[in-house]
């Protein structure tokens, strides 16, 4: 099991990015798939998670109304569309897997930066 998050970088107060998390050795729609951040010196936080049953969709009250999660079954892949961005967006986000007979995220990806800075 793989996942490995990219679409990372420098973006100005206002502006967009669409993180995406490609997984391998399990399919997206079998598992339910969450975004975490963790900015520097503080506690890493949900901030979007994707049920695997319903398709409903949680959002941290943080990024509500500006962050969007989907997947692509096809090609395996979850994205985070994060819209007016602003720097306290700032932070390492990951990708997880959920297993749900043990209530826990098991699987994660290395991260990638979103810096949000003019």
């Known amino acids: 099991v793989q996942l490995v998050e990219s679409g990372g970088g420098l973006v100005q107060p206002g502006g967009s990015l669409r993180l995406s998390c490609a997984a391998s050795g399990f399919t997206v729609d079998d598992y339910a798939i969450g975004w975490f951040r963790q900015a520097p010196g503080k506690e890493r936080e949900g901030v979007s998670v994707r049920s695997r049953y319903d398709g409903s969709t949680y959002y941290a009250d943080s990024v509500k109304g500006r962050f969007t999660i989907s997947r692509d079954n096809a090609k395996n892949l979850l994205y985070l569309q994060m819209n007016s961005l602003k720097p306290e967006d700032t932070a390492v986000y990951f990708c997880?897997?959920?297993?749900?007979?043990?209530?826990?995220?098991?699987?994660w990806g290395q991260g990638t930066q979103v810096t949000v800075s003019s």
């Open positions: 997880a897997k959920y297993l749900a007979s043990w209530g826990t995220w098991d699987y």
